[in-house]
């Protein structure tokens, strides 16, 4: 079995396939698909026959900051080289454009925090990454 990668974002069904696959169905809201991915940079899949086994797309603002999101590959290719395929084919994308003071930026979890480290990625202690989930909250004064 062989695969191999398209410069391309996924389809809706395609990146719904693939992130049910990898238990993340819980973590987006599935009517804001479409426009979040509208919305990406650039996306690479991974293709064996005609089912797309993985994916990974970039976000920010094409100049200074990019952001990797939802690279994911099904379990059963898990661990075969899809994901680091995938994440050096966005690095090369971002190559092509980047300045001397790029910064991309993911969040990673689990194992996949190894793969971030060979491509050069790591914690920086005087940085602290932040997020919340949900509408807009107003500070209190």
Do not use: C, K, N
């Not at 079995?1 to 599935?30: I, K, N, Q």
Request: no cysteine.
């Amino acid at each position: 079995m062989e695969y191999h990668l398209v410069d391309r974002l996924p389809t809706v069904e395609e990146f719904v396939a693939v992130t049910t696959a990898v238990g993340w169905t819980e973590a987006y809201d599935p009517a804001a698909i479409p426009a979040s991915l509208a919305a990406s940079l650039h996306g690479v899949v991974a293709v064996e026959g005609d089912r797309v086994i993985g994916i990974g797309r970039l976000i920010g603002d094409g100049a200074i900051y990019y952001y990797l999101q939802d690279l994911a590959v099904v379990p059963e290719w898990q661990r075969r080289g899809v994901g680091a395929a995938i994440l050096d084919r966005l690095e090369e994308w971002i190559a092509g454009r980047a300045s001397s003071r790029t910064f991309v930026g993911l969040f990673a979890t689990g194992e996949s925090v190894s793969l971030y480290r060979r491509f050069g990625y790591a914690v920086h202690d005087e940085m602290t990454g932040m997020f919340r989930v949900g509408p807009a909250v107003r500070a209190e004064r």
